[in-house]
C-alpha cells in the first residue's frame, strides 16, 4: 500500500502523506475526524517523488504506515510550516474542493488563456501561504510574478491564489448576490487600484477575510505558481456545475 502525499492548502499550510485516495482523503478532513469534524477543505494531490528532494516527505512516506490491524493510514503530518516553496509548481498535481459535507470536487490543471490576463481591477483571495484577500490591477500571471517577485518589500516564495467575482449593480454598488462582508469597502479598494493602476499593483482589503460561501464567489478559477511557472485550475461555470455537479454544487451553498 503505497502512500500518497497531499498538500491542505486552506486554513493551514500542511504536507500529508496518507494511503486513502484523493475523495476518500478529502470526504475524512471535512467529516472523518474528531480534529476538524466539519468544515470545508483544499488540498492539492503532490508527486511522491519530491520525497528525493524535501526530507519533510521522505519523513512523512516512511511513516506513514499501515496499523497493526491492517487497516489504512489515513493521515501522517509531515510540516506545517513553509511547505508550498519547498515543492516546484511542476510537482503539483490535481487540485481538490471539498464541501462541508465531505463532497469532492477535482479540478485538473490547463493551459492559461493569455487573454485572460488583461490589466484589472481584480479581487483575489490567497489560500497559501498567505491568506488576505487583495485587489490588484494586475492579471493573474502579473499578480503571481508580482507577489513571488523578491525585490518587493513584500512577497512569497510562491502562491496559491482564486481569482473572485466582484460584479457590480448599475449604480456601483457590489453585486448583492455576493455574501462578502463590508461589500463598500470591496468597492473602495477596486476603485482606488482602477483610478491608480500603474502606481498600486495590489491593494489589501482584509487581512482576515470571513469565507462563508467561498465556493460560490470563484469566478475564473485558482492560480498556482512562483516567477518561473504557473498552474492554473478552471473553475466550471455555474451551468456546468447545475449539469455535471450538481451535488457538489448544491452541497457548496451549505
Avoid at 489560500?127 to 499578480?143: E, H, K
Avoid at 462578502?180 to 495590489?202: E, F, Q, R, S, W
Wanted: glycine share 6%; aromatic share 10%; hydrophobic share 35%.
Amino acid at each position: 500500500m503505497e502512500p500518497k502525499l497531499y498538500l491542505i492548502c486552506n486554513r493551514i499550510e500542511a504536507l500529508v502523506a496518507s494511503h486513502l485516495s484523493a475523495e476518500e482523503f478529502g470526504t475524512y478532513m471535512a467529516v472523518g475526524s474528531r480534529k476538524n469534524n466539519y468544515g470545508w477543505v483544499m488540498f492539492v494531490e503532490v508527486d511522491p517523488s519530491v520525497a528525493n528532494t524535501y526530507p519533510a516527505a521522505a519523513e512523512a512516506i516512511k511513516r506513514c504506515e499501515v496499523h497493526s490491524d491492517g487497516q489504512p493510514r489515513r493521515s501522517k503530518y509531515g510540516a506545517i510550516y513553509r511547505v508550498m516553496e519547498n515543492i516546484p509548481v511542476s510537482a503539483y498535481g490535481k487540485l481538490h474542493l471539498v464541501t462541508r459535507d465531505g463532497r469532492v470536487l477535482a479540478l485538473e490543471a490547463q493551459p492559461y488563456p493569455g487573454d485572460q490576463d488583461s490589466k484589472g481591477p481584480r479581487l483575489y483571495q490567497e489560500l497559501s501561504p498567505v491568506t488576505p484577500m487583495i485587489t490588484s490591477s494586475l492579471g493573474p500571471a502579473g499578480f503571481i510574478k508580482f507577489i513571488t517577485d523578491p525585490k518587493n518589500l513584500v512577497s512569497v516564495p510562491r502562491i496559491l491564489f482564486a481569482d473572485m467575482l466582484a460584479d457590480r449593480e448599475p449604480d456601483g454598488r457590489l453585486a448583492g448576490y455576493l455574501p462578502y462582508t463590508n461589500p463598500g469597502h470591496i468597492c473602495d479598494c477596486l476603485d482606488d487600484v482602477a483610478a491608480n493602476p500603474d502606481k498600486k499593483m495590489t491593494k489589501t482589503v482584509n487581512r482576515n477575510p470571513d469565507m462563508n460561501g467561498f465556493f460560490r464567489t470563484i469566478r475564473k478559477g485558482f492560480f498556482l505558481g512562483d516567477a518561473q511557472e504557473m498552474k492554473y485550475y478552471p473553475y466550471p461555470s455555474e451551468d456546468e456545475m447545475d449539469d455535471q455537479h450538481h451535488t457538489w454544487w448544491r452541497s457548496a451553498s451549505l
